[in-house]
């Protein structure tokens, strides 16, 4: 962690936190706005698209999702940077928050960019989406809600149709690149390497 995302955190972290204790209501998240829409970002990294998107949309609510420390700091810094509002974080697996922390059927949207690839054959199992996982987003989302997503990694892309087809509830499949989501550093070293982006779609019936 560098020193200017550790002094962020330190510094800021009281006004971007949702404390895990209990069940966290999205609508009642944000005291200044009353949001259209509560989007949670699973797996934010360093922040730059949660950032942007947020930036661009002041009547919704993010709440972006990380596990890693220093992600949290370089989010923290765009988001003073930004004087973003309508942003809080979560550091805690998601897996924990959904189950443990969210009522059914209270989300509208999730965004879930760049999954990690797990890019040997013998990891593939340790992808986050799968259909157990697919099944909790459809018990946590709203109906008519939507997840997003974006994949630099073919294998994990033919995977995540071949999960989605095995829950019902969700309707959808690969759309062309959304305008509204920026190419982040990330996104750009794979598109260096050549690697093919795929965004998805798919819709809580
Ligand atoms: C490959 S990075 C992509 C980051 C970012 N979305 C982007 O497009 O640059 C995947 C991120 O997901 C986070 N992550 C992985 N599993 C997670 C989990 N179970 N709960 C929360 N975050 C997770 C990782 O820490 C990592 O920052």
């Avoid at 879930?112 to 018990?139: E, G, N, V, Y």
Wanted: hydrophobic share 40%.
């Amino acid at each position: 962690m560098t020193k200017a995302q550790s002094e962020a955190i330190t510094n800021h972290w009281n006004r971007f936190e949702i404390p895990l204790e209990g069940k966290i209501d999205p609508q009642s998240l944000f005291y200044s706005i009353k949001p259209k829409e509560v989007i949670f970002e699973i797996g934010s990294g360093m922040g730059e698209a949660t950032a942007q998107i947020a930036a661009a949309n002041p009547d919704n609510g993010y709440v972006a999702i990380e596990v890693h420390k220093p992600g949290i700091g370089a989010l923290i810094i765009r988001a003073e940077s930004l004087g973003l509002r309508n942003l809080k974080i979560i550091n805690e697996d998601i897996w924990d928050v959904l189950s443990e922390h969210i009522d059914d059927h209270t989300i509208d949207k999730f965004h879930i960019f760049f999954p990690d690839p797990w890019p040997k054959r013998s990891q593939s199992k340790r992808r986050l989406l799968q259909p157990a996982f697919i099944s909790l987003l459809a018990k946590k989302i709203k109906s008519g809600g939507e997840v997003c997503i974006a994949t630099d990694w073919l294998p994990y892309a033919k995977d995540i149709e071949k999960s989605f087809a095995q829950v019902p509830d969700f309707e959808g499949g690969v759309v062309p690149r959304p305008d509204w989501r920026p190419i982040t550093k990330f996104e750009g070293k794979g598109i260096s390497k050549e690697h093919v982006v795929t965004d998805f779609c798919y819709k809580r019936a």
